[in-house]
């Protein structure tokens, strides 16, 4: 079973970068992670994924390093209304099997 | 835009009775998940399926059990609910990865506050 870590809370002020690694159990080259966002009241809603290297779109970078035993999520200049819980998701595939697994959780609260 | 609905945000049993969590997605999606979310222990999958009458066990099924009748409808059951059996259940769907690619992002319900007294 894969195991994922996260750092359990982190704080931030408004206009800083923000990066949230996720340490995992080594991944195939063919298994992705992807990241979430949970506010209060709502389910995780999806941010960004990626199988390597590195991943950009709008609204955060994900770099894989080169060894694949952790990923880190990179929030640009964040703003107040980025405070929430950010999770990532380890899918490790073999043959038509699939594992899950959510780390426990980042709390990021972005202060003024 | 995907939509997951769950039939009830809270929801409020007794210990022994039969609970039913009910999921419906709008999106045609093949997959489909149940989760619990508790503090300090992130999201827990409990049962997925990939097709219809078809389930998986996840990390933690004992004392759940799930029904997909329809593609669009995944039920989770409680037979005999328990007070440890207290959470927010998310339900979320996905497409399956496909020769072209596609990233399997699972779409969550808004959750379902369960309380077992």
């Known amino acids: 079973l894969a195991k994922t870590t996260q750092p359990i809370s982190m704080d931030s002020y408004e206009g800083q970068e923000v990066n949230i690694t996720c340490s995992h159990n080594?991944?195939?080259?063919?298994?992705?992670i992807t990241w979430y966002q949970q506010f209060p009241s709502q389910g995780p809603r999806f941010i960004i994924q990626?199988?390597?290297t590195k991943v950009t779109n709008e609204v955060a970078s994900l770099f894989i390093p080169a060894d694949r035993k952790s990923s880190t999520l990179s929030l640009p200049r964040v703003s107040l209304s980025d405070t929430a819980v950010y999770y990532c998701?380890?899918?490790?595939?073999?043959?038509?099997?699939?594992?899950?697994?959510f780390g426990s959780g980042t709390q990021l609260t972005v202060l003024p | 835009d995907v939509k997951v609905t769950q039939s009830s945000r809270y929801l409020v049993k007794r210990t022994g009775e039969k609970v039913f969590l009910e999921c419906v997605q709008d999106?045609?999606?093949?997959?489909m998940f149940w989760y619990r979310q508790d503090p300090g222990l992130g999201l827990r999958l409990i049962y997925f399926?990939?097709?219809?009458?078809?389930?998986e066990k996840g990390d933690i099924p004992e004392g759940y059990s799930v029904s997909r009748e329809k593609k669009e409808r995944f039920s989770l059951i409680l037979e005999s609910a328990s007070t440890n059996q207290t959470s927010m259940y998310l339900c979320?769907?996905?497409?399956?990865?496909?020769?072209?690619?596609?990233?399997?992002?699972?779409?969550f319900g808004p959750g379902t506050r369960l309380t077992v007294l």
């Open positions: 999106m045609d999606h093949e997959n």
């Open positions: 080594n991944i195939a080259t063919n298994d992705y």
């Open positions: 399926s990939y097709d219809v009458k078809m389930k």
């Open positions: 998701l380890v899918v490790i595939s073999s043959g038509s099997a699939r594992q899950l697994t």
């Open positions: 990626g199988y390597k």
């Open positions: 979320a769907s996905s497409t399956p990865i496909g020769l072209a690619g596609d990233t399997d992002t699972q779409y």
